[in-house]
């Protein structure tokens, strides 16, 4: 099921009988050739942002007098395919999690926070507590803490 670039040529064949060319109508309206050719080709999904090409199928419609609801509409309806496949595979994938008994999930889930708090404790300890020599004394006075140094001092 492939969709025809007839109202692109439509709209390429108003601009030439009105003795436009593509510069003409960069110069009147500050749309790029590239995306004046991806709309007189049917190209639409070359095009910006839908909220760009909404604006630009608006702007080129006017200065050719023509309505721009159908090219609005074929641009609309290229963006909608994309977005069925997303729901057909998110619904797949909620159906496969939902398969799965509750237990085993909330195990799972459990299991991984565990294993986050076990993986942070060892780190604390090895990276952020090393342990002291046995040697070294620490004295401690008022809310000042002095370390007694090592005898002979050199």
């Not at 604390?124 to 000042?144: C, G, K, L, N, R």
């Amino acid at each position: 099921m492939k969709q025809e670039p007839v109202q692109g040529e439509e709209l390429q064949a108003r601009r030439t009988a009105q003795g436009l060319s593509r510069e003409d109508v960069f110069r009147k309206l500050r749309i790029s050739l590239e995306f004046i050719q991806c709309i007189e080709s049917g190209r639409l999904k070359e095009c910006p942002a839908n909220t760009y090409t909404v604006g630009f199928i608006k702007s080129y419609c006017e200065l050719l007098g023509a309505n721009p609801q159908p090219y609005i509409a074929d641009l609309m309806m290229d963006q909608q395919a994309p977005k069925s496949i997303l729901k057909q595979t998110k619904q797949t994938l909620t159906s496969e999690a939902s398969e799965q008994p509750m237990w085993l999930r909330e195990t799972v889930m459990w299991a991984g926070v565990i294993g986050i708090i076990a993986l942070g404790w060892v780190t604390y300890s090895v990276v952020f507590q090393p342990t002291t020599a046995e040697d070294e004394q620490q004295v401690s006075a008022d809310s000042i803490d002095m370390r007694v140094p090592k005898f002979p001092m050199r």
